[in-house]
């Protein structure tokens, strides 16, 4: 079993991303499947940068074992007002600042749903939790 957590810290763009490249390192060095390694770090970097724009922080914990890898992001809130509405593509509440720094195209959500072989989002006002499941050996659908 690998795990490793790592903090994410609210508007930081510098930091933004760090999380994301230590587990494409790690993958890496375990030489995971390219391809299931693309969809792990996409979904990742989409998920970490949505704590960055649009939590007060958080962190991330990544888990591997024989059969799975699992991403969970959890941030400290203000929560998603309306889930529905997060899922769907190019809606964003994204600030000006975040749209300056190149991020906020309201893609990251569905995204992540489209290339996880299992998402589960929860959220409310004291914070999101959204776990995101890869299964090794299986093949994604919709994998790039």
Known sequence: MVAKEYQIIAKNYELAGRASSDIKKTLKKLEIDRNLMKRVCSASYEAEINIVIHSFGGFAVFQMDES?????????????????????????????????????????????????????????????????????????????
């Open 68 to 144: 799975k890898i699992v991403l969970d992001f959890i941030d400290d809130g203000p929560g998603i007002q309306n889930i529905d509405l997060a899922m769907t593509e190019g809606y964003s509440t994204a600030t000006e600042l975040d749209h300056s720094n190149g991020f906020g195209a309201g893609m990251g959500l569905p995204n992540i749903k489209r290339i996880a072989d299992e998402m589960d989002l929860r959220s409310d006002h004291y914070g999101t939790h959204l776990k995101i499941t890869f299964y090794l050996g299986g093949e994604n659908n919709a994998s790039q």
